[in-house]
């Protein structure tokens, strides 16, 4: 009899109360033999909720966990592996691509790992670039990595491939004016205009609207910008054939001169009403030739044209128990223009600066099926709100100096007998497994769910592949691909002892704002925690031998209750907490498309006390030393009055001062002579030259690093606005209407032993 491996280790979560890891909760690894879990995909860029995968779906069904992958496929990488290759070796039957996990048969055929069919090795295979010999073909680079570029020939074009096309869209309505974005906009674009991604064949092209459609021609010769205006908002057309869309480097002057003149020229604006719709119309008619990229700046509820919305959000049902009313879109007309968008290979990007209800369920969709990704600064402006405007420059600068791919498509294959019957993510799909992607960027997420058509049976292992098909900003077309191998298994134990905690409430995040719109939030809620009780039955019942008193879960599960507590009071599906509508909205679209690091921060924040920062444990990364303080779990109980802790909350980081703080924090981090000292609106570090300050802002600036955005930092103490935010994300803690984590595990236990 084997030893229980430490993930099947029983935890009796009623009785252990220190969970959490001192840091990062690092991914389960396969089980596999050493040298293919050697070479198997990177967890940050693929991952599975099941690392085990049942052989039959009955199996799966008495797990009561969901099977799933969760993929970050155009991750920016440090390094990759580039085939330049005339022929790229693909199964014949199922069009996989040579990949790691194949067999050699010998040194002339190799069997396919998805769907079994044996194939010849081409000639060409035989010779391995790397190491400049002849017959080894399981050396090549492509059997030896399991992420891997190819530079594709022209059968994989439909057409020649496109150049990079830039269409910005600039809402241009008083209130717009009003909150001092076009500045932000423009000085960004300045600055980062010969980083755009491209060469010598990019194109870029304005729009600005208010009540009508102002198109701006930026001909070479001209000696100014020339605005021309479209007031028959019921019938776009095109004002001028060419010279709205001009090629960035012949025009650069005028592109200049545009940007350093725009965000005056509507100053004085008396312009109320905002024509969203007809001027997304004109964007989609000036690139359907192209394809391309849309950004769109919108400010309001779009209120004349096609797509004029009305406010549907009732300020009083904010807090309600209730179900929570208008979560799916009040029109189709967003969503239709997005797939007429995809057709052709326009992707929109969607810049939400408001204050007011804009009806982000509703204009969400332009994005969504379009491939874009949605920001949301709810609050901005220039004066008023100094954070939004820091955070908005630093997402701008990442926005448009990031890689990005165009005319995209994307396959997941999997090994015969599984089959994915539901995708997450922003895109169209546009048959069973190819998503329509008409933009890739590095920062997007995906997730699918997967059940098990006929049994694996015999198989030792199974693979999935996702080969993402894309034209890079240099006119390459090229093909990214990630296979990732993982076992099979026959007994439950197995299963639960793959099982990826964080995948796992991933995808329930996913499936869970899929159910609030389609059903109701108190659905998917109950969905949540009917999750974590079934499997915790399932493990009692099932896997269990000797029984016990407690609520009993598998090291591997430990977690489970507290991540789907931290769910149900996440602003995406918490009740009895006030929440605007669009807040919960924008909570909804990024745990639908953010990769999982991001989305795991999101629900539960990490918390670090930081007033004792040490650089013992420390990192050294290029010759920085990062303090590596230990997690703390997210209670009340753990904050103490004289002491400082940092709260990571993914696009939020709180540092929280207690009233007692040690004052030798508060003169040498903070740089104020005592608690009373700290404003209500602090939100940066002051650089000083001492120890404990460079250790803070090396700790602070280090976790800004690990991701894409820019999170604003709030420093927190009594009195200040946004105390509630931080106490919010307290999840272990009581509230008026939601349990404690305590509660919530008697509630759970009560429902596993009935
Ligand atoms: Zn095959």
């Not at 269409?167 to 980083?195: F, K, M, P, R, W």
């Not at 025009?251 to 024509?275: I, N, Y």
């Not at 807040?583 to 909804?588: G, I, K, L, P, S």
């Not at 921060?601 to 990192?619: Q, S, W």
Request: with cysteine; hydrophobic share 40%.
């Amino acid at each position: 009899q084997s030893q229980t491996p430490e993930a099947l280790r029983v935890v009796n979560l009623l009785q252990e109360r220190n969970l959490l890891p001192l840091g990062p909760v690092t991914p389960p690894t396969p089980c596999l033999p050493q040298d293919l879990q050697k070479i198997n995909c990177h967890p940050e860029v693929f991952r599975s909720t099941l690392t085990s995968i049942p052989q039959t779906q009955s199996l799966l069904n008495k797990a009561k966990l969901p099977l799933g992958l969760l993929l970050h496929p155009f991750k920016d990488l440090s390094q990759l592996p580039v085939v330049t290759s005339s022929t790229i070796v693909r199964c014949r039957s199922c069009r996989t691509y040579i990949n790691p996990f194949v067999t050699f048969l010998d040194q002339r055929r190799w069997k396919c790992n998805l769907c079994y069919r044996v194939n010849d090795v081409p000639e060409e295979f035989m010779y391995n670039p790397v190491s400049r010999s002849y017959g080894e073909p399981h050396k090549r680079p492509e059997v030896q990595n399991a992420t891997l570029e190819f530079i594709a020939p022209s059968e994989y074009m439909l057409r020649p491939p496109q150049p990079a096309v830039y269409l910005i869209v600039l809402d241009v309505s008083h209130n717009a004016v009003e909150t001092g974005y076009l500045d932000v906009v423009c000085q960004s674009l300045l600055e980062n205009i010969n980083a755009l991604p491209g060469d010598s064949r990019t194109k870029i092209g304005f729009i600005t609207f208010d009540s009508t459609i102002h198109f701006y021609n930026l001909q070479e010769g001209l000696s100014q910008p020339q605005m021309l205006i479209v007031s028959d908002i019921e019938d776009i057309f095109l004002p001028t054939p060419d010279s709205l869309l001009v090629n960035l480097n012949e025009c650069k002057e005028l592109v200049q001169d545009l940007l350093r003149s725009l965000p005056q020229m509507f100053g004085k604006t008396m312009e109320t009403q905002c024509a969203l719709g007809p001027a997304l119309q004109a964007a989609f008619k000036l690139l359907s030739a192209t394809g391309g990229r849309v950004s769109v700046f919108q400010t309001q509820l779009p209120s004349l044209g096609v797509g004029a919305l009305k406010s549907r959000e009732d300020p009083n049902q904010r807090a309600s128990a209730k179900d929570i009313q208008h979560l799916s879109p009040a029109t189709d007309f967003y969503k239709k223009l997005a797939l007429d968008c995809s057709g052709q290979q326009v992707a929109v990007d969607l810049f939400l600066l408001s204050s007011q209800y804009c009806d982000l369920a509703s204009l969400g969709c332009i994005s969504r099926y379009s491939a874009g990704s949605v920001y949301y600064y709810p609050s901005y402006h220039q004066q008023h709100n100094p954070a939004g405007v820091e955070c908005f420059q630093k997402d701008l600068k990442r926005y448009l100096t990031r890689k990005i791919g165009f005319e995209a498509v994307m396959r997941i294959r999997c090994s015969k007998g599984l089959s994915i019957h539901t995708f997450h993510g922003n895109f169209f799909v546009r048959s069973t497994d190819l998503l329509s992607l008409p933009n890739v960027n590095p920062d997007a997420g995906f997730a699918v769910q997967m059940s098990i058509e006929e049994n694996l049976v015999d198989m030792q292992s199974v693979s999935f592949q996702a080969a993402l098909l894309y034209t890079s900003s240099k006119g390459e077309r090229r093909i990214r691909v990630h296979t990732m191998c993982l076992p099979v298994v026959n007994s439950l134990s197995d299963i639960f002892a793959g099982a990826d905690v964080q995948a796992i409430t991933c995808l329930l995040a996913s499936m869970a704002v899929d159910r609030s719109v389609t059903a109701s939030l108190s659905d998917a809620r109950d969905a949540m925690t009917n999750a974590s009780i079934d499997s915790l039955t399932s493990f009692r019942t099932s896997v269990l031998t000797i029984q016990q008193p407690g609520l009993l879960a598998p090291a591997c599960l430990r977690l489970f209750p507290l991540y789907i507590l931290a769910l149900l009071k996440q602003k995406a599906f918490r009740t009895g907490t006030s929440t605007r509508l669009d807040d919960r909205v924008f909570a909804m679209c990024q745990l639908k498309y953010q990769p999982l690091a991001y989305v795991m921060l999101m629900i539960h924040p990490a918390l670090y006390r930081v007033d004792d920062l040490t650089d013992e444990g420390a990192l050294n990364v290029s010759e920085r030393t990062i303090p590596q303080p230990r997690v703390q779990q997210l209670s009340v109980e753990k904050l103490s009055r004289d002491g400082a802790f940092l709260m990571d909350a993914g696009s939020v980081i709180y540092l929280w001062i207690g009233r007692n703080c040690n004052p030798n924090f508060l003169t040498q981090v903070l740089g104020l002579p005592n608690y009373a000292a700290v404003p209500l609106n602090m939100n940066m570090l002051p650089e000083l030259d001492t120890a404990e300050s460079q250790r803070t802002r090396a700790f602070v600036g280090w976790l800004r690093e690990q991701r894409p955005f820019f999170p604003i930092l709030h420093v927190i103490r009594d009195e200040s606005p946004l105390k509630a935010s931080f106490l919010q994300n307290m999840i272990e803690d009581r509230t008026e209407s939601a349990l404690s984590y305590y509660e919530f595990l008697l509630h759970i236990q009560q429902q596993v032993s009935k």
